[in-house]
């Protein structure tokens, strides 16, 4: 995901965030506020509430800079933060009995999110029902193998770290990870 | 090579090779297995077409105004007070996972009810009345006399 040299200049900096520097904060926020955003929304599928959580991570990042300490990546320590934080919303959602129908978001966020790829009205269509069916079969897959599959497929990281971040084992992370996608192959087979 | 699909010998190398995150000494191996091995072959392909598939979802744009909305949050949290920005430290310690002051509360109430439980009996005594026969002749004698009392009363109204 991240080379060596970045590693270190992110606990780098998280450890000069400490010492009371906000501008290294601003880096580390510039450097990780696409990929927490976008793991956050994959996982709730909402855009509003993916934002909300997003901010929740760096909120927390800020607040516990005094205790940090680099004793892992900073990127696992990051992505624990936001995985907890999605998995315990989608957890809440599952509890509520009178939840709103996510599709509406999804309804909203497909325009923009196929907007390159159409250069015909027919061509958009098709577009749409595919993606609707990635967004549905990824919905569909139980809260702790959906972060595995966002993990391992949309920021490339290893079994270990995603071990590290869902604090399993990384055999139980590749259970996870066959598991969820034995899924997504029935699921996709018809569009893929 | 031996099959990873029948012998379940390190699976995850079809998901690596799809992902292509094999080494190319790894996937060339894998490759020659691929030509000779049709389950393999049949799982490969269908894991091709999904990773493909998954590709058509495009991440979230960042909001334009993210940054502004959190550091407005992070100004609101340093004007706190010291009580807030503790239990927000205590109640979410960002290094593990659970509330830290639930469970503190859990084990101190834990080691109340055992520390009762150890000192106090476990059943409550109750105060024990014993009737001695002597007390029941003295109540019988009291009883005796209320009633003779009774009798007399008017008697002694009426003159």
């Avoid at chain 1, 929740?56 to 300490?69: I, K």
Wanted: glycine fraction near 4%; hydrophobic fraction near 45%; include cysteine.
């Amino acid at each position: 995901m991240t080379s060596a040299f970045a590693l270190e200049q992110d606990a780098e900096l998280m450890l000069r965030v400490r010492d009371g520097d906000s501008v290294s904060f601003g880096l580390l926020l510039e450097r990780h506020r696409g990929p927490v955003i976008h793991f956050v929304y994959r996982m709730v599928l909402n855009r509003a509430v993916a934002e909300e959580l997003a901010q929740e991570v760096f909120l927390r990042v800020y607040r516990s800079r005094a205790s940090y300490e680099p004793t892992a990546k900073f990127t696992t320590w990051l992505f624990r933060i936001a995985a907890h934080l999605a998995l315990n919303w989608i957890r809440d959602r599952k509890n509520e009995k009178n939840q709103e129908r996510l599709d509406d978001d999804s309804q909203q966020g497909i325009g923009l999110q196929v907007a390159d790829l159409r250069p015909t009205v027919e061509q958009t269509l098709v577009g749409n029902v595919r993606l609707q069916e990635v967004r549905r079969a990824i919905e569909a897959l139980p809260s702790k193998q959906r972060a595995a599959v966002v993990m391992h497929k949309y920021h490339e990281m290893e079994y270990s770290q995603i071990a590290k971040i869902l604090q399993c084992s990384e055999s139980a992370v590749k259970s996870l990870l066959f598991r969820a996608y034995e899924s997504l192959r029935l699921r996709l087979a018809h569009i893929a | 090579m031996r099959c990873p699909m029948k012998t379940n010998e390190e699976p995850e190398l079809l998901l690596d090779y799809c992902a292509e995150r094999l080494s190319p000494e790894a996937a060339a191996l894998l490759e020659n297995h691929l030509e000779s091995c049709r389950d393999c072959r049949a799982f490969s392909r269908a894991q091709q077409s999904t990773w493909d598939a998954l590709d058509l979802w495009e991440p979230m744009p960042v909001p334009v105004d993210f940054d502004r909305k959190l550091y407005a949050q992070i100004d609101k949290y340093e004007e706190s007070g010291w009580w807030t920005r503790f239990w927000h430290r205590s109640i979410w310690p960002t290094g593990g996972f659970g509330p830290i002051i639930p469970f503190a509360a859990a084990g101190v109430a834990t080691i109340a009810v055992a520390a009762i439980l150890y000192f106090a009996p476990l059943v409550p005594s109750t105060p024990q009345v014993k009737i001695e026969s002597s007390d029941l002749e003295q109540i019988e004698m009291t009883l005796d006399d209320i009633e003779m009392f009774k009798q007399l009363a008017p008697a002694s109204a009426k003159s």
